[in-house]
């Protein structure tokens, strides 16, 4: 069974510009959710997805937005980039049928590491 | 807000000593607390999920707890091996809106 795939995995911007980042999910499962990985703070949750709708949000920016296609598979979009944006981004997708996907074990994908210039 | 702390930052320990990871959160109105770990330059990997109803998991060599009347869970890993050597991550689900908290983990080394 394939695990989560992210591409790309790597990525060059420079202040201003955007970008977007993809996450291809398990097969079969249907909630898809993004987090931030920073040295300085950790690992944050930005949002989640499941039937192409946008179920939870975390604190961030409306530079932040992102969508979800009927395979399941998301896209996350980061508008203005600004430095502070350098991170780690992980997807991570669950079935989510619960209604609670937070009880449900998520499984994370390799990342995109971003950097912005 | 919930706020989630991971002691120790750093560990270093010989192969095949059994260890202990906390993990402390603040807010004991959580849905499950989840352990992952993460090897450089990579995703994390889920280890043990605690539902907030459960006091402990098994699996294999690592036990995870949880008290969340103090807002504690520690996991135990026995006779550990330079395999084990990640960053070790908690992380909360909590909140009205299913909000999660990671803590800062804990970076094992397991020397041969």
């Known amino acids: 069974k394939a695990g989560v795939t992210q591409t790309p995995r790597y990525l060059i911007k420079t202040r201003g510009q955007q970008v977007t980042l993809s996450c291809s999910p398990i097969s079969g499962h249907r909630s898809v959710s993004w987090y931030q990985q920073t040295p300085g703070q950790g690992l944050q949750f930005l949002f989640e997805y499941f039937s192409e709708t946008q179920r939870n949000k975390g604190n961030f920016p409306g530079r932040f937005s992102g969508r979800q296609f009927s395979n399941s598979r998301s896209e996350m979009n980061v508008s203005t980039l600004e430095l502070g944006d350098s991170a780690l981004y992980l997807c991570a997708s669950s079935f989510g049928t619960s209604g609670r996907p937070q009880e449900e074990t998520q499984y994370f994908g390799p990342g995109t590491r971003l950097l912005v210039l | 807000k919930q706020e989630v702390t991971q002691i120790p930052a750093a560990l270093s320990v010989p192969e095949g000593e059994n260890l202990v990871l906390n993990c402390s959160f603040t807010?004991?109105?959580?849905?499950?607390l989840q352990w992952f770990r993460q090897d450089p330059g990579k995703g994390l990997t889920s280890l043990l999920l605690i539902q907030s109803s459960q006091r402990e998991q098994t699996s294999g060599r690592l036990n995870a707890s949880l008290d969340k009347s103090s807002g504690r869970s520690t996991l135990y890993i026995a006779a550990s091996q330079p395999g084990d050597s990640a960053t070790y991550l908690c992380a909360v689900f909590s909140g009205g809106y299913q909000k999660v908290t990671f803590g800062t983990g804990t970076k094992l080394q397991v020397i041969p």
């Open positions: 807010d004991s109105a959580i849905y499950n």
